[in-house]
């Protein structure tokens, strides 16, 4: 399967679509990071908020992993490129493994480029401290809790994307779908948690458990979700696997 996982870095890397993503997020940080710097009173642009989210890359570099993760299988087949790697004596399992490994890689990477550029602009033009105490936690350990929401919100929607990308034939609707889960979590948590305040059983509904990012930050939302931090993550793990699971079966059965 390293044949597969390197083929799969190859093709990765070989796309300009990967490079110019990468360039994009890297920009727009560097952009919010010397606007906040200029305007320094505009609420949306102080340090305190620009960081944590990675000086607004955070959402693009899950953006680009869905984009990848849902392409990475239905282009496969709508090039007929597939055909060839099945009839080389690799199984369906290796096939989908090395894919999903080298998603998660890309997605982890692109994180670690934006967590990068993110420390080295509050260091070079914001001054940031990172030590300083806040709420009860440094700036620091609001970030690493962050980092840690949002890899385990990512990884949810990365299995949901691969799902429908498998189950639907098309990355388009994956990516949709994907792009509708995280713009979910971004606007529409307040309409979420008020029916779950209702109803408490749609507590248990996936997009719930894609707050855990906002939960391990916000004691607010625990009240809100009506489930505790090892549950959220908990439950955020089992949906990944379980959207995981349905893509395989999906990618076992799938012509070619």
């Known amino acids: 399967m390293g044949t597969l996982i390197k083929q ?49 890359g955070g959402g693009l570099v899950i953006f680009i992993a869905i984009a990848n993760v849902a392409s990475t299988v239905s282009m496969e087949f709508q090039y007929g490129t597939m055909k060839q790697l099945l009839y080389r004596q690799y199984y369906r ?38 030590m300083a105490v806040h709420q009860g936690r440094s700036n620091l350990a609001a970030y690493g809790l962050s980092l840690a929401g949002f890899m385990l919100m990512g990884l949810m929607l990365l299995s949901c994307a691969l799902m429908l990308s498998t189950v639907l034939k098309t990355n388009a609707a994956a990516i949709i779908s994907g792009f509708v889960g995280y713009f979910v979590v971004e606007i529409a948590s307040s309409i979420l948690t008020a029916l779950i305040a209702k109803w408490e059983f ?43 699971l349905i893509a395989y079966a999906s990618f076992r059965k799938r012509s070619i």
Request: charged residues 10%; contains cysteine; hydrophobic residues 55%.
């Open 8 to 56: 799969e870095w190859y093709k990765l890397a070989h796309k300009n679509g990967t490079w110019i993503a990468i360039g994009v997020m890297v920009a727009i940080q560097v952009f919010v990071a010397v606007m906040g710097r200029l305007y320094p009173d505009v609420a949306l642009l102080k340090p305190e908020v620009t960081t944590i989210v990675d000086y607004y």
């Open 93 to 130: 399992s290796q096939v989908f493994m090395s894919k999903v490994i080298v998603a998660i890689c890309h997605f982890v990477l692109l994180q670690a480029i934006a967590s990068v550029v993110t420390f080295a602009l509050a260091a070079g033009l914001n001054g940031y401290d990172w």
């Open 202 to 244: 749609l507590k248990w509904n996936p997009f719930t458990f894609l707050l855990v990012g906002q939960q391990l930050t916000s004691d607010s939302v625990r009240s809100l979700t009506h489930l505790s931090d090892p549950v959220m993550i908990a439950g955020s793990l089992i949906y990944t696997l379980v959207f995981g």
